[in-house]
């Protein structure tokens, strides 16, 4: 018996938590139909990740750096925008809580509103921009 016979074998008895797909080298897990090599549907956790995480969604960043080479000096010098753009038909409203001292921070110096957009600073809020003094 292969390891991909045993591997399957062991899977037929899980249900739907392990599928494998030998015809399209993919595997799913707690996806029953998996549509990439690696279908998860649900909460992936490791002790590391490796890679430029470039794909990466939901990961919020402080600023960009010049390099993702992990060698190169240029990792250590970041760029940021310096305005940021609250487009037509959006609505943004900015509010802290008392655990952050009321207080909210944008990297960027300039707020641009589009016509047709709405911004908001709570009343009970401070929005302090160009918060890393770079512009």
Excluded: W, Y
């Amino acid at each position: 018996m292969t390891r991909a016979q045993g591997l399957s074998d062991f899977a037929a008895g899980l249900g739907d938590t392990l599928k494998i797909d030998a015809d399209n080298s993919r595997v799913g897990i707690n996806s029953s139909i998996p549509t990439t090599t690696l279908d998860v549907d649900g909460v992936v956790t490791a002790t590391s990740f490796v890679g430029s995480g470039a794909n990466l969604t939901g990961v919020s960043g402080f600023a960009t750096a010049l390099s993702t080479d992990q060698t190169s000096p240029l990792k250590t010098f970041f760029k940021t925008p310096k305005q940021v753009s609250i487009g037509a038909g959006t609505s943004v409203t900015v509010e802290s809580d008392v655990t952050s001292g009321n207080v909210a921070f944008i990297r960027e110096s300039i707020v641009h509103v589009a016509v047709g957009a709405t911004f908001h600073v709570n009343t009970s809020t401070t929005l302090i921009t160009n918060v890393l003094s770079v512009f």
